[in-house]
């Protein structure tokens, strides 16, 4: 009965209004790829290296920490602090670029002799134009800043913001009204009705989130919507038994630590 009954209630559910999502960039693959951090397996999270790397084992997009410096300079870091992952102290804001760029990230493989700095959100530009997809968690920043750099690159088509605040969303839709804007599902939501009421609420463009938070009927509605649903499943020991249950689900897309154990999974199953 509710295989009967579920194609009905999403037909009632679709928007009342004039409302339609703005597209991602361009699909290059039927399952989207997006590397978290980089492809920080070899190298460190966040590093130019590790967008190389993401580009060469073919994700479909890389996903990037903006944050702003003390004067007013955009870089990549997830955290607020430096101290994590480099050799220093203290908080982004706090450090000038040039401070910043004194600074060495740490590298798990003490072997490798390169030292690696904090990227510029023109370096990450710059070195993936036409090349990889930004996924560009928006951490820190100004998004007429952001967006100013965005154009100089020539990459409106190249990007999609995720937001951290509502804040962030309203700015983004008064800069760039057509850049897609990606959104988490909240973990209260876990229903066909309760994700139709967060869409129309929102209105989001992508949905992200927690892979094993959506069902099949969840995925299914927002296909209807012509929202795609390319959650998280990265962690360090993810692998194909978690892609198998995100490709149960009917999801197409997914963040990943492993971007080239999940390509190299997809190509096995012909969805790459």
């Not at 740490?106 to 134009?129: A, G, M």
């Not at 080239?260 to 969805?271: H, P, R, T």
Request: some cysteine; proline content about 6%; hydrophobic content about 40%.
């Amino acid at each position: 009965m509710r295989l009967i009954l579920i194609p009905a209630l999403l037909m009632l559910l679709l928007p009342k209004d004039n409302w339609q999502p703005n597209p991602p960039p361009a699909l290059k693959h039927k399952f989207i790829i997006s590397a978290h951090r980089g492809d920080h397996v070899i190298y460190p999270e966040n590093t130019l290296a590790a967008y190389q790397e993401a580009i060469k084992n073919e994700a479909d997009y890389v996903e990037i920490d903006l944050r702003t410096t003390k004067d007013g300079q955009l870089v990549s870091m997830h955290d607020g602090s430096v101290t994590r992952t480099t050799d220093g102290k203290g908080y982004i804001k706090d450090f000038t670029l040039d401070e910043l760029q004194m600074l060495n990230i740490k590298n798990r493989d003490t072997t490798r002799k390169e030292r690696l700095k904090i990227p510029t959100f023109d370096q990450i530009l710059s070195l993936c134009k036409d090349r990889i997809y930004i996924y560009l968690d928006f951490k820190a920043a100004d998004p007429d800043q952001a967006y100013d750099v965005i154009k100089k690159h020539g990459m409106e088509k190249q990007v999609l913001v995720y937001i951290n605040s509502a804040a962030q969303f309203t700015g983004w839709r008064k800069t760039a009204s057509k850049m897609p804007l990606m959104l988490s599902l909240p973990d209260s939501v876990k229903s066909v009705a309760g994700m139709d009421s967060f869409i129309n609420k929102y209105h989001p463009d992508i949905l992200d989130g927690a892979y094993n938070q959506y069902t099949n009927d969840m995925v299914a509605m927002a296909a209807k919507y012509h929202i795609p649903v390319w959650p998280d499943i990265q962690s360090a020991g993810e692998g194909p038994a978690d892609w198998n249950k995100a490709l149960d689900k009917g999801l197409m897309g997914l963040q990943t630590d492993h971007p080239a154990a999940l390509v190299k999974f997809l190509k096995e199953k012909g969805l790459r």
